[in-house]
């Protein structure tokens, strides 16, 4: 029979340019979000993590952008190299829900060199 | 590698058998988490564990899904009469309270 693929959004840069990832979380009482960087056959790799009591937090190349009132989250990576290649998933965690993390769909980020 | 390791790392079945995965968290992590990932999705959570102590179940998991965390440290997960559905990668993850968890490689089940 005929199989129907499920497409990622896919980002595609050239390396060296930054790239920026985007997400809408579902759940206004959300308070704690995290990206996650996936390699094909591996687990995803956790890479930056945001509080809701704030706005931006920066790591090593990555930097996360939190807009609480439109419900958005963002991830930059600077100076991305091929190795950043990867599907990125956002993932929220709804206060007073326990620890379950909700995931995102997913975007699949290419660098070409 | 995070620390969080599972076993076996690919399974493959016939419909209708057993299967039961185990992982290994992180050693000073209390909570440990089940999830399951489909082709082209992200995780769906399905269960989780702190110490001892099942806190908390999906509605994705049936009754033919079981987990346990017997001494609050390794936990396995059993499936019983293996649907084609049930095919995924199953992932185990693990924290320390509320902060963020790091995943495994997880196993990847295909039933045939």
């Known amino acids: 029979g005929e199989s129907v693929g499920l497409h990622l959004p896919t980002l595609s840069v050239q390396e060296g340019d930054n790239s920026i990832i985007n997400c809408a979380y579902s759940n206004s009482a959300s308070d704690y979000f995290i990206w996650y960087k996936q390699e094909s056959g591996k687990g995803p790799q956790f890479i930056i993590d945001?509080?809701?009591?704030?706005d931006k937090r920066q790591g090593q190349r990555v930097t996360v952008l939190l807009n609480k009132t439109v419900k958005h989250l963002s991830l930059q990576i600077a100076a991305t190299q091929p190795g950043d290649s990867a599907v990125y998933f956002c993932a929220e965690k709804v206060r007073n829900q326990g620890g379950k993390l909700i995931f995102g769909q997913g975007t699949e980020l290419s660098v070409k060199p | 590698d995070t620390g969080v390791s599972q076993d076996p790392r690919h399974k493959i079945t016939k419909r209708g058998q057993n299967v039961t995965f185990r992982c290994d968290p992180i050693?000073?992590?209390?909570?440990l988490y089940w999830y399951r990932q489909t082709l082209g999705q992200g995780p769906e959570f399905l269960t989780y564990?702190?110490?001892?102590?099942?806190?908390?179940k999906s509605r994705l998991l049936s009754d033919r899904f079981s987990a346990e965390r017997p001494k609050g440290s390794f936990s396995t997960l059993e499936i019983q009469r293996t649907e084609q559905g049930d095919s995924a990668m199953y992932l185990c993850a693990s924290s320390f309270e509320h902060n963020e968890q790091f995943f495994g490689p997880g196993t990847r089940l295909t039933v045939l």
């Open positions: 945001i509080r809701s009591n704030m």
């Open positions: 050693s000073e992590h209390n909570r």
């Open positions: 564990f702190q110490n001892e102590a099942q806190l908390e």
